[in-house]
Each structure stands twice: as C-alpha cells, then as structure tokens.
C-alpha cells in the first residue's frame, strides 16, 4: 500500500472497509447530511449515467464534488451470470481524487459500501415515514439488499417479525435462517401477504429487463 508522499494512493478493499463496522445509524447520518449538502448547494453530483451493452449486463456510474476537497467516482457493473460463476452479481470500484490537482488519493471497494448506503438512504426516508413502533418487515427480493436493510432497519425499528419473498428459494430461505440467527421471527411468504401482512416492506430486485411485473 502505497503512502501519498511517494505519489501512491491509498487502497481500501471491500473487506477493509467492513472491518471498520460503521454502524447502520451513523451511515444513516452521513447520508443524510450528504442530502442537506446537496440542496445547499455543497455537493453536486451528476445523474446517474448506464451502458447496456447486452447479455443481461449493465454498467452505471455518478460523480460526486463536495466542500471537502475531494472528487469522487463511483462505477458499478451488473452481472446476471456470475453467480454461476461463484461471484456477486454486483460489483464496482470508488475513485477518491484531490478537487484542486485532480492527483489520486484512494481506491476502494464499492460492493460494501454500495449494499450499506443504498439501505441506509431507505433508513433515512422510514425514520420520517414509518412508524417509529413498527414490529414487522417484509422483503421483495432476498439478496444483498435485503440484508443491508434489515440491519439498518434494525436499529431503528423494534422489529420481530420477517416476511420474506423472493425468485430464488434458496436465498429466500437463507436469509430467513439469517434472520431467525438475529432472533427475529422470519418465515416465506407469497408477494401480496408480504406487502399486506408487514408494517414496513423493502423491495430490493436486482433491474431485470426480462422478468414480468409481479406486484400490483
């Protein structure tokens, strides 16, 4: 790892990063705070640009100046078939750059931080809206997301109850072994009694061009 002295940059990967074990209410703040920035006029970030370049597989990227002095770029790339191949099917890099000389200051994983920021900006919009005595959630999607959120949703919320619902039943059932690890009552179930039955519900389906509309 190279120090910025000699020129180097820092390298953080994805496994470094999750061993700081920031906890979900602090990145909750950290994005809400980057939201009150951004309306203020101290952070500007481009929309969301995407290639589709076939087969399933789509890539996305944003950039992101704010009044800390830094330049950041964050591209993530959709893979559909790389579970097959035993990898996430979402994976992607974070330049960190010097506003003013433009010289890189780090390189970092983007999978950790894209599954924690993605739930903790929903944690920031269900502490305004939800009720703050909710006790069940339920889940449209079963996967990396889902996880995210029910760590970040359990800190806010004195949930016990899961509802769970997804294309994939081996997933769906190892996320709700997780959460019964956690000692929360987590069951299966079918897309209307998820959306029906909790008091708070996450939808979290990786974009899929080919898969029909399933909730109404």
């Known amino acids: 790892m190279a120090s910025h002295e000699d020129g180097g940059f820092l390298h953080l990967p994805d496994s470094a990063i999750e061993a700081l074990a920031i906890p ?14 951004k309306s203020e006029g101290r952070l500007h970030v481009t929309p969301k640009s995407a290639l589709l370049p076939g087969g399933g597989r789509y890539m996305m990227s944003t950039l992101a100046v704010g009044d800390e002095g ?35 200051k780090s390189v970092m994983g983007a999978n950790w931080i ?24 339920g889940f449209v999607g079963c996967g990396v997301q889902a996880r995210s959120h029910l760590a970040a ?10 509802l769970a619902c997804g294309r994939s039943a081996a997933s769906r059932d190892a996320f709700c072994e997780e959460a019964l690890a956690l000692g929360l ?17 996450v939808t979290s389906i990786t974009l899929d061009y080919t898969v029909e509309p399933f909730l109404d």
């Open 24 to 37: 979900p209410g602090e990145i909750a703040d950290a994005i809400e705070a980057a939201l009150i920035a």
């Open 114 to 137: 894209t599954a924690h920021r993605t739930a903790a900006l929903s944690a920031v919009v269900a502490r305004r809206l939800a009720d703050p005595a909710s006790t069940s959630i």
């Open 70 to 104: 830094l330049t950041v770029l964050k591209t993530v790339s959709v893979s559909p078939d790389n579970p097959g191949r035993g990898l996430p099917s979402i994976n992607g890099a974070i330049l960190v750059l010097d506003a003013e000389t433009g010289l890189l």
């Open 185 to 201: 009552d987590a069951r299966a179930a079918d897309p209307e009694e998820t959306l029906r039955g909790a008091d708070i519900v």
């Open 153 to 162: 949703f359990r800190a806010l919320f004195p949930l016990q109850h899961v």
